[in-house]
């Protein structure tokens, strides 16, 4: 599947974005999708994770309570409302597809990349 990532831009700390990863070529309804992050001269780390149906949804521990991943299926998009970004957060956002729906905060275990969106936090 080919995933478009979006939404990345520059917001001054305490703002807010809304990242949007659209699929073509194949429904994302049956992937779990996922949210991955860059900052330079860091390796890739994840951010979020939701089920293929979005029942299930995990976080890792520094955006939770700030960030929300969701999905409709019905759009073939996954978004991440950020809230609250801090000049940390400042990062490469890529969306991320996995076959299995399986969750998992691996980098390995995701099938399908999107081209990253950048999102800059300024303090």
């Known amino acids: 599947v080919q995933l478009q990532a979006s939404g990345g831009g520059l917001v001054q700390a305490g703002g807010s974005l809304r990242l949007s990863c659209t699929a073509s070529g194949r429904t994302l309804s049956s992937f779990g999708m996922a949210w991955f992050r860059q900052a330079p001269g860091k390796e890739r780390e994840f951010v979020a994770h939701i089920s293929w149906r979005g029942i299930n949804t995990y976080y890792t521990d520094s955006v939770k309570g700030r960030f929300t991943i969701s999905r409709n299926n019905a759009k073939n998009t996954v978004y991440l409302q950020m809230n609250s970004l801090k000049p940390e957060d400042t990062a490469v956002y890529y969306c991320?597809?996995?076959?299995?729906?399986?969750?998992?905060?691996?980098?390995?275990?995701?099938?399908?990349w999107g081209q990253g969106t950048l999102v800059t936090v300024s303090s």
């Open positions: 991320a597809a996995s076959v299995s729906g399986t969750y998992s905060f691996t980098v390995g275990e995701y099938d399908d």
